[in-house]
Nanobody
Framework: QVQLVESGGGLVQPGGSLRLSCAAS????????VGWYRQAPGKERELVAA???????NYADSVKGRFTISSDNVRNTVYLQMNSLKPEDTAVYYC??????????WGKGTLVTVSS
């Protein structure tokens, strides 16, 4: 089992920045891939950024050049640095981890609101 807890969401003005954190616990060694997803009101959940099982990173086209995913393996934490935020980035952001058996784990999410 893997437990994920997100933090760092909040209200920010357009053009501002936020850094989200995802703290993982439990069977850390079984994690094969980890990433961030988001779900805006009335829309489906979508991939934002992820580390793949092959060690590469994927970003949604809408966030390339603005968002950066990183990790601290000592703290078992994954971060999402979000710069140049836009109102359309408003969503609940979820941390996701996939283990070696391809089971998915999700955090409860953290709300990001971009508004003036």
């Amino acid at each position: 089992q893997v437990q994920l807890v997100e933090s760092g969401g909040g209200l920010v003005q357009p053009g501002g920045s936020l850094r989200l954190s995802c703290a993982a616990s439990g069977s850390i060694a079984s994690i094969n891939a980890v990433g961030w997803y988001r779900q805006a009101p009335g829309k489906e959940r979508e991939l934002v950024a992820a580390f793949t099982s092959g060690g590469s990173t994927n970003y949604a086209d809408s966030v390339k050049g603005r968002f950066t995913i990183s990790s601290d393996n000592v703290r078992n934490t994954v971060y999402l640095q979000m710069n140049s935020l836009k109102p359309e980035d408003t969503a609940v952001y979820y941390c996701n981890a996939e283990d070696v058996t391809h089971m998915d784990y999700w955090g409860k999410g953290t709300l990001v609101t971009v508004s003036s």
